[in-house]
Structures are given as C-alpha cells and as structure tokens.
C-alpha cells in the first residue's frame, strides 16, 4: 500500500510562482504580438497550418471549420471559438488594414454582426500572406515541436514586410496590454527603406514618410504633436475624426453625410447614438437618420429641418457621439522574448535586424544547396568526359554499391558525385545534356559568388532588403485612407444653433423649486395659482429665453448655474422640481440670490456681504457655466466659518456706493471702489469695524444720482424707519458707522431687515418670526431722521421681531 507523503509549502510563494509562469504564458503566447512579424501566436498558427496544407491565394477555398480543426488538432489546442474569431478577424477589411485571409460567406460587418458559423463559410490565404510565409522552407527561422510532439511549427513567420506596422494590433494580459494602430503599406516600407541606410534618423525624418496611421476605415487624425509623441515613447493619445459633406437637398434643407468612420466604432452603435438624439430632442434640427451603406462603401444620411443650421448640430454630434474619439496608443511588442514598449523607430529597427537574420540565413541555406549542387554537377561533365571509362567500371561491377565503390576508388569520385553516376538516365548522355550541365555550372558559380557576396559584405545584405522591401510595395501597395491634420480642433457647442430660442416664464421658490413654463401655459392661469408649500415663496420670477441662464447663490457661498433650456418644462399650476433631485445640498443649506444672464462676461459683477464684515467683487465671467453644472455646486466665496447674507449684480463700470448696517444699529457708507474685485475662491476684505458681538444684517448698493437713495430699517422691536441715504455722511471702508437709531439706554433698537426701496408703489410682505405678515408700501412712509426711530409696525414684544421680507415679483408678469 502507498504511503501518503505531503509538502508544507509557503502559499504566498507557491501562489506567486505559479502566477508568474501563467502571465509569463499568456503575456508571450496569448496576447501580445511578436514585433519581428507582427503576429500572435494563434495567427501565427493559422496562417502557418494554411500554408502548409496548400490553402493559398492560387487555390481554391476550403471550408472554415476544416482549417480551424487543423490548427487545433496540430498547433493550438485551445477552444474552436478562439481559433475561429482570430481566422476572421485576419479577414475583416474594417479591422484589418492588408486582410490576411481571403473569407468567402459571411464574415461579420461594421454593425457588430457575427460572422456565420465555421462550417458556412470558407477561406484561404489572401496574396499578401504569401509574403509573409515566402521563404519558410529555406531554413530562415527556428522550429520548435508542437504540444503533442509529433509535428513542428515556426517560432515566428521570416515577414517581406514589417506587418506589426501595417496591421497594428490589440491585446490584453497580465499587467500588459497593446493597442497598435495600422499604418499604410507602402509609408512604411518607404520608411524602413530610409532607416536600413541611415540607422541614426530621427523622427522628424520617419514621419515625413509615415504620416501616421491609416485606418481600414479611413476617417481624420488630428493633433500632429500627440502623435509624434506617442511615435517616440510608443505611449499617447490622438484624435480621430469621421470625415463628413453637408450637402443641400430640396426644399432648402441641408444633409449631412458621413462618410468615414472612426477606427473600431460599431456602425449600428453610431447611428443609433445619432437618432436617440434626435428622439429625445437633445438638439432641435434632425429630421431622420438614415443608413445607406452599400457595396460601393460607407454612407449614413442625416437629414436636417429647414433653417437649421448643419456646422452647430454637426459640431454637437463630433462632441456627443461616436463621431470622434479618443485613438490610445500603447505599442507594446515581444522584443527579444520579452514584452517592451518599443517607439516606432524602435519596431522598425527590431524588425529591419529580424530580416537581416532572416536573410543571412536564407543565403547561407541556398549557398550550401548551390555549393552541393555544384559539386554533383562537377562530377557529371566529368564523367562524361571519360564516359567509356565510366561504362566500362560500371559493367564490371557486381552491383550499385560496388559500381560506386568502383568510380570512388578508380576516378576519385566523392560519394555524393558517386551516386548522381550511377544514377544517371541514359538519355542524359547525349551532347546537349553535357552543353546544359556546362550552362548550369557557370550559373551555379555565379550564384555561389553572390551569396558569398551578400554574406561577407553587409551593404550587399541591406541592398537585398531593400530590394524586396520595395518589390513588395510596387507590388500591394495601395493609396492613404485616414487624412492627418496638424491641430486638434476644439469644439464650442453654439447653444443658439441648437436650442430652439423661446419665451419662457422662470421661477425659484425660497425653498428651491425650480420650473419653466411656457406663455401658454401662463397666460391661461391666474398669478395665485402658482403651486407653493407653506411657508415658501417665489424668490425669482421673470420671462427669459431658453437660451438664457440663471444663477443661484446659497447661504453656503455655493454658486449653482442652471441653462433655462434644462430646466423642468412644467405647467404654472404644478410645484416645480427641488434642486436637491439633481444637486446635493448640506442639511441646512438654503437659495439666497437669484439672477438670470444672457452670457457670463465681464460687463457685469457680483457683491458678496457676510455677516461677519467681509465684502468682495466678482466678476460674472468667473461663474461661467461648468462642464457638468447638472450634478454639482461650486465655491462662490470663501466663507470659513462665516455666513453668506446677501449677493447683488451690479454693472461692472458703474459707479457705486456700499450701504452697511450692523445689528447693534451701525451703518456705514463708502465708495465700492474701496472693495477689491477677486476670484471665487477669495473671502474679501472687510466692511465694517464690528464690535465683539455686533453682525451685519444687510448691505445695500446706492447710486448717488439715480436709482436707489432710500431704504425701510426695521428693528427687532418692531419699528419701521425709512431714511434717505443721499444724506448720509460717507467715510470709508472698515469703520465703525454712525448710529441709525437712536441710542437707547433700556431696550435698544437693533436692526433686524434692510430693504432697498426700489419703487415706492409696490407691495412688500414683512415676516416675522412667529409668522405674522404685514404687507406695507414704501410711499406710506416719511423721511425720517437719522436719530429717530420710526414708527411702529408690529405690536411691540408680541409680533416677533421682523425675520424676513418678500417683495411680489410676479405684478410684472401678469402686466407682460
């Protein structure tokens, strides 16, 4: 009975082992190609078993499933699948740039369809595979035995052309991945061709010849400076283009036809992308979609509605779609058995040194078969120079070993000239067999001192490379598809072109409700049919277009920008959509200041007041809508542990005074100029000298000439004072102020509201903090003196003091 015996083995090292010999499998027969042929291991063994088994150009074609029982019965004992998918991926002149199999049936499309199944379809090498195979026979790369011993197989395929270069490549595997764009034919070979006689050019110099990659779907390369990049560190990023003609059709409409596609982007996704487009109405313009590819190539039709315009939705289509991508390349190849990021100048040195071998050898296989042949043939003529001798011998040997014993020992004869005696017809001794035996032995001198030649003198050996280098593109050669442009083009979306420019009516609730909604919808409702939850008030509401923006500022200092066109379409009587659906607020974070603008520039400014003093200008061409405005807020003022009270916009170039108030009943008044204009990310500079517990509770923005020169104080009392600031003393910034109230000694007036008048007619709503409302007019007040303490409003200590004031912004409305 056997004994059990066990190994205590560490398992982070057992584990580390065997993970290392896995990635070092697939890394080096799997996924990453061979830089000297370009070729993965599977493709290697699919082209090889189709060469071996005659399945070339010249013939005809075999059944799929045939070759790929073939490959996996002989070379790759994998999955028929896997076998398969890389057959037809050699034949698809979309992914391909010079196919390598010639498929018959179905072998997939642009749209993402499947090729058939493998016994529908049938293949064979396509012509240019031959190159890659020629000369195989002649000794020129290293065999090795296949998995189960019993046939052998190519380490690497000898190449006439550099194919890692032409047909690029993908893959992905432990800790390495390639991505190798194709590149035109006969660029390349002009490129390789330079570089064999001048092994120290630059760049600069390769790319005069390769322009850059060139797609099998042809399409755009822009960004002439990435691209030298990635060509020097085998790492980089270009932009590829579908190539499009916006052309004019009946009716004085425009259609725009796109004619090249991007590498690797999937037809059907790209069309499907462009119509949910215009389903959802991202955009307004596009009529229809439509494929049109045929055998004569690729074509998708978009129809456009009369006046739109076809560059503005042409342009949104290149940044939203398919249309243009992003082209990543790695270059990553099996340089010398091992996975290396190589540039391009690196790949074509590696294989121009793979083909010098590649022709060393060979040379030195054809120098010994002609040296052989020449030596029989020396024997032959002089055989039959002494032929009677040589009947003679023969005839009197006992048979074929001792005749060749026999002209060894008499003639000194080699073994091999010996048996080619022996073995002659007797046709062949006539005297025009001895004329053609003469021809062949000068030929065979000249090709002996040609090899030799080529052998010992390394320029002969580079003339010979690149004399089939350039046979082979005269011979498949075929023109540039992907045009390269030098600039990446940036792409500006004009909302103008797309958006559909129409009046709306905009509101914005105290409590963050959001809507637009149509003059329709509007002008059939009554302005108190406006859906409002208790408590909560419209905080802006205007007509505006859908191609304006508004902006709202949070006591948080957060600024929040909000296209109009991307607000909710609801109805006048419905209660909009809260912005913490699409934006995260803080628990106690409320909308301060809402305003609306046609374009965020620096004509206008924004003034910030905190309660703690500080004071600062913006200017509004710093809040300029974010790429994502929908899903986030961002700083509008550095608050630390301050609290953001109010906002204001001002025209940039207008002259302006600041009107301070403080809750101890303190204002101060001085030129905004004093106020520095800084960035979102700034705190300001400080307004007002507070005292330890004092805190502003409103700044108001006065012109000395016009507009607003009157303001409504309201303290916590209860008492309303209306006071005309044109005759305020002015200081300047920082100050303590001058007293707004008169100095009490019990029970002091602090202020509580500061309401710019703005125009004595119109109604405002005064709150307070128990929720009592009071609804007064600015005219229904006099003037009063600085030291005075105005008139009571509310029921002194009864009423609350006075929190906050809501002005009815919807009168102008409902008169538009």
Do not use: C
Request: glycine fraction near 6%; avoid cysteine.
């Amino acid at each position: 009975m056997a004994q059990e015996q066990f190994q205590e083995l560490n398992l982070s090292e057992v584990m580390s082992e065997r993970f290392g010999r896995y990635s070092k499998y697939i890394i080096q027969e799997r996924a990453i190609p061979d830089v000297r042929d370009g070729l993965k291991p599977v493709q290697r063994r699919i082209i090889y078993a189709m060469y071996h088994e005659g399945n070339t150009y010249d013939k005809g074609y075999r059944k799929s499933a045939k070759t790929v029982g073939n490959v996996i019965g002989n070379y790759h004992p994998h999955g028929d699948s896997s076998v398969y998918d890389a057959m037809v991926r050699l034949s698809q002149d979309w992914k391909i740039r010079e196919p390598l199999v010639d498929m018959q049936g179905n072998n997939g499309s642009m749209d993402g369809d499947p090729a058939a199944a493998m016994r529908y379809t049938e293949a064979r090498l396509s012509k240019i595979a031959n190159e890659l195979t020629m000369d195989l026979d002649k000794d020129t790369v290293d065999w090795i035995l296949n998995f189960d011993d019993t046939e052998e197989e190519p380490t690497v395929l000898p190449a006439r052309y550099p194919n890692l270069i032409v047909n690029g490549s993908t893959g992905i595997s432990a800790g390495y991945a390639t991505d190798i764009p194709p590149h035109n034919l006969g660029e390349v070979i002009d490129a390789t061709v330079y570089l064999v006689d001048h092994p120290n050019a630059g760049l600069k110099k390769i790319m005069d010849f390769i322009k850059g990659p060139d797609f099998p779907t042809g399409a755009i390369i822009q960004g002439k400076d990435d691209l030298a990049k990635a060509y020097r560190t085998g790492k980089g990023r270009v932009v590829v283009r579908s190539k499009t003609e916006i052309e004019s059709i009946r009716g004085g409409r425009q259609r725009i036809v796109i004619e090249r596609i991007p590498y690797e982007v999937n037809k059907a996704n790209l069309i499907q992308q462009i119509d949910d487009i215009r389903i959802n109405r991202d955009i307004e313009g596009i009529q229809e979609v439509r494929d049109e590819t045929d055998k004569d190539g690729l074509r998708i039709a978009i129809d456009l509605r009369k006046e739109s315009s076809a560059e503005g939705i042409l342009t949104y289509l290149l940044k939203n779609t398919d249309m243009q991508v992003n082209y990543n390349m790695n270059m990553v190849a099996i340089n010398r058995k091992r996975p290396e990021q190589m540039g391009i100048i690196d790949i074509i040195q590696a294989y121009i040194d793979y083909r010098r071998e590649v022709i060393m050898r060979r040379t030195q296989y054809l120098l010994r078969k002609a040296e052989d042949r020449q030596h029989i043939v020396e024997g032959l003529i002089r055989a039959l120079s002494i032929l009677d001798e040589i009947i003679a011998t023969i005839r009197k040997s006992k048979n074929k070993k001792n005749a060749k014993d026999n002209l060894m020992q008499q003639f000194q004869f080699s073994e091999r000239q010996a048996e080619a005696i022996v073995s002659l017809q007797l046709y062949r001794l006539s005297n025009t067999d001895i004329k053609e035996l003469e021809a062949e032995a000068e030929e065979l001198e000249e090709k002996v001192t040609s090899y030799e030649l080529i052998i010992s003198n390394p320029e002969e050996l580079d003339r010979v490379i690149k004399s089939e280098l350039r046979e082979t593109k005269k011979n498949f050669a075929t023109p540039r598809r992907t045009a390269v442009e030098d600039e990446i083009e940036e792409l500006e979306v004009d909302k103008e072109v797309l958006i559909a420019d129409e009046d709306v009516i905009v509101t914005v609730t105290k409590e963050g409700y959001l809507k637009r909604t149509s003059t329709r919808s509007f002008a059939a409702s009554e302005i108190s049919d406006l859906q409002l939850r208790d408590n909560d008030y419209p905080l802006f509401a205007e007509k505006m277009s859908t191609l304006d923006h508004i902006i709202l500022f949070t006591n948080k200092g957060k600024a929040i920008n909000r296209p109009v066109h991307a607000l909710a379409d609801i109805k006048w009587k419905t209660m909009g959509n809260h912005l913490s659906q699409e934006i995260a607020l803080e628990e106690d974070e409320q909308i301060l200041s809402v305003f609306g603008l046609k374009e965020f520039n620096d004509q206008k400014k924004f003034v910030f007041a905190t309660s703690q003093g500080y004071i600062k200008q913006t200017l509004a061409g710093e809040f300029k809508p974010k790429k994502n405005f929908k899903s986030t807020s961002y700083k509008a003022i550095n608050l630390k542990e301050d609290k953001l009270i109010q906002v204001m916009m001002v025209d940039a170039d207008r002259a302006l005074d600041v009107f301070t108030v403080t809750k101890e009943a303190y204002g101060l008044r001085y030129d905004l100029e004093e106020v520095s204009t800084v960035g979102p990310n700034a705190r300001g500079v400080l307004s007002v000298n507070l005292k330890e517990e004092d805190q502003v509770m409103g700044t108001v923005l006065i012109d000395p000439y016009e507009g607003i020169q009157e303001v409504l104080l309201l303290s916590q009392r209860g008492f309303i004072k209306k006071m005309n600031l044109i005759d305020f003393e002015k200081s300047t910034r920082n100050k303590r102020g001058l007293k707004v109230y008169r100095s009490l000694k019990s029970n002091p007036h602090e202020v509580s509201l500061i309401i710019p008048v703005i125009d004595p007619q119109e109604e405002i709503i005064i709150i307070t903090s128990i929720g009592k409302e009071k609804t007064i007019q600015a005219k229904d007040y006099a003037s009063a003196d600085r030291q005075s303490n105005g008139s009571g409003l509310f029921e002194e200590g009864r009423d609350g003091a006075p929190k906050d004031f809501r002005r009815m912004p919807l009168e102008k409305l409902e008169e538009d």
